[in-house]
């Protein structure tokens, strides 16, 4: 069906507006007496197409501010489940899959099977806020154009039913000059109006005997300014999925061995953990009886390496370069690019970090040489005096499953074994096999000679002292945290704000008045503040010669 959106001053309007784009006569109903729909000044909007195609039915979904209320409310609702139980990510060294059953009971365990244990990073809860944006962008849009195009294109002389049927109006004949003077012209009338209305800051806009007064317009534009706040926050928080952006891990920091940080090319050092305990007349009643110490301060001398060369090799050790240091304290973070790393705990957990083990001849007692060992990052092969060992495995902690298999059962060097291929003087060209147990009581528990057999009376590999033995006393834990995307959402957050100042403290006013013959016919409107703009009205009347009340210009006021 085909409808005639061509009115009677000769616009021809888009289908779906209201009120005529030129004159604001109202197209659908001209008899009526009820206060217009001043929204987007009646201009019709893309969502308001008649027969839709496929795309414009999307369009319309997310133009929608009923839908984008609904995705708002599941997201809130998503977020607030997401809260219930600490999230997956904020623990270390954890089974999700059996922490939550064995700590939360049931109901935890339900919590972790619907994947709320890890809401946040999930991808249905990425999807509600793409759409979110999605839906702000399209509302936006669907809008803000209209509005633009109506506010942008504003006729001077409006029609008489758009200006009498204003939430505020009036209509009377011009006023009588004062003590028997004649009336005022017309003319004189408009400018004696055009002079009060500017005292108020209004702009005027004149067309013969029609007037257009106007201000604060770019409140309008508030609602947008807060979508576009919102959509670059909402960027912000989607662009912390993208490979570096956005980091947030809880890291073990062994004294003295530098730690790779994940996804980046930097690695971590703590040279050395210091801690401070409360004195005992320092702490309170409750822990003296506990006999408990309390920490007071703990601090990490940390060094931050850039990985220059070999990173990604195992077999070669990183070459590292140093780019910042810095003691790290609680609350008192290291920095350096953006990347932040905060105290978060510690642990006092002896862990050995490397030996420099003799290769000696047992019958002789001759020693050939000695070499550094790392239980991190062994070399493939070390040169000690006329013989080669080849490393051929490592295990950080040994042990043997059921067939007898030699395997580790962790990545930390509890109990670490190296087998090496031997060459040298008196051995096979091709290299004799040599197990060897950095520490004693692993040496004493898996018979470390009688695994080496015969080769065991010839060589040994042992540590003179304990000078030769590196050990991290302490475990630092710290918070690694890299957010590229902070900036944009401040920014956003900032956009937000100046958007809802602009709509709070300033409010767009509109005033439309012609004379006719030498009747005054006045039309108001505003977004917000109805009592402030009819007050504002009849104190402009009241200057130009009337004598009327803010509450006779109601849309049921207009003076007989």
């Known amino acids: 069906m085909i409808h005639n959106t061509k009115c009677e001053c000769g616009h021809q309007n888009h289908t779906g507006t209201i009120l005529c784009e030129s004159c604001g006569k109202p197209l659908a109903d001209d008899s009526g007496t009820a206060p217009l729909e001043m929204r987007y000044d009646g201009v019709a909007r893309r969502s308001q197409k008649e027969n839709p195609g496929w795309l414009d039915r999307i369009w319309n979904f997310f133009s929608s501010v009923r839908n984008a209320i609904y995705m708002i409310v599941i997201t809130l609702i998503a977020s607030a489940l997401g ?30 099977l619907l994947g709320l244990s890890h809401t946040f990073e999930s991808w249905w809860f990425i999807t509600l806020l793409f759409m979110i944006g999605t839906s702000l962008v399209i509302c936006s849009l669907d809008r803000v154009l209209p509005l633009y195009r109506a506010l942008s294109k504003q006729q001077i002389r409006k029609h008489f039913h758009f200006i009498l049927r204003q939430k505020v109006s009036f209509q009377e004949a011009l006023p009588a000059g004062k003590a028997g003077a004649p009336a005022p012209s017309e003319e004189a009338w408009i400018e004696q109006a055009a002079a009060a209305l500017k005292a108020r800051r209004y702009r005027v806009h004149r067309e013969g005997t029609a007037l257009l007064a106007e201000k604060h317009r770019f409140s309008r534009w508030g609602p947008y300014v807060n979508h576009i706040g919102l959509i670059i926050f909402l960027a912000a928080v989607l662009m912390r999925n993208i490979p570096g952006w956005h980091m947030d891990q809880h890291l073990a920091f062994p004294e003295g061995q530098p730690v790779k940080i994940p996804e980046t090319n930097y690695y971590l050092k703590n040279e050395k953990f210091t801690i401070e305990f409360y004195e005992e007349s320092e702490m309170s009643e409750e822990f003296r009886d506990r006999g408990q110490q309390v920490p007071k301060r703990f601090e990490t001398k940390a060094v931050l390496y850039r990985c220059t060369a070999d990173c990604d090799d195992p077999g070669k050790p990183p070459v590292l370069e140093e780019v910042h240091r810095d003691d790290i304290i609680v609350n008192e973070p ?33 020693v050939y040489g000695s070499f550094e060992l790392s239980m991190s990052r062994p070399a493939e092969s070390y040169k000690v005096g006329d013989y080669t ?13 059921a067939s007898g298999t030699p395997i580790t059962l962790s990545n930390q060097p509890k109990a670490p074994a190296f087998v090496f291929s031997i060459t040298g003087p008196g051995l096979d060209p091709t290299g004799e096999p040599y197990i060897y147990f950095p520490r004693q009581i692993d040496k004493q528990t898996f018979r470390q000679d009688t695994l080496n057999g015969a080769l065991a009376e010839k060589l040994e590999l042992s540590v003179g002292s304990m000078d030769d033995v590196g050990i991290s006393e302490f475990v630092s834990y710290l918070n690694i945290r890299v957010d590229r995307a902070l900036p944009y959402i401040w920014v956003g957050s900032a956009i937000f704000m100046i958007g809802v100042i602009m709509g709070f403290y300033w409010h767009h006013r509109r005033i439309w008045l012609r004379i006719d013959d ?26 130009t010669g ?15």
């Open 389 to 401: 060992l080849q490393l051929k495995a490592y295990f950080p902690e040994f042990g043997l499953d």
């Open 546 to 560: 009337y004598s009327i009340e803010p509450k006779q210009l109601d849309r049921e006021g207009v003076r007989k």
């Open 334 to 366: 290291m920095e350096y690019n953006g990347l932040l790393a905060y105290q978060f705990d510690f642990e006092q957990n002896p862990m050995l970090l490397s030996v420099k083990p003799s290769l000696k001849d047992k019958r002789t007692g001759e």
């Open 83 to 112: 809260t219930i139980y600490p999230q997956e990510n904020t623990f270390l060294n954890i089974d999700p899959s059996v922490y939550y059953k064995e700590t939360y009971g049931i109901l935890g365990h339900i919590y972790y």
């Open 518 to 543: 030498g009747v005054l016919s006045l039309g108001a409107h505003t977004n917000k503040n109805w009592f402030g703009l009819r007050k504002e009205v009849a104190e402009v009347l009241n200057k």
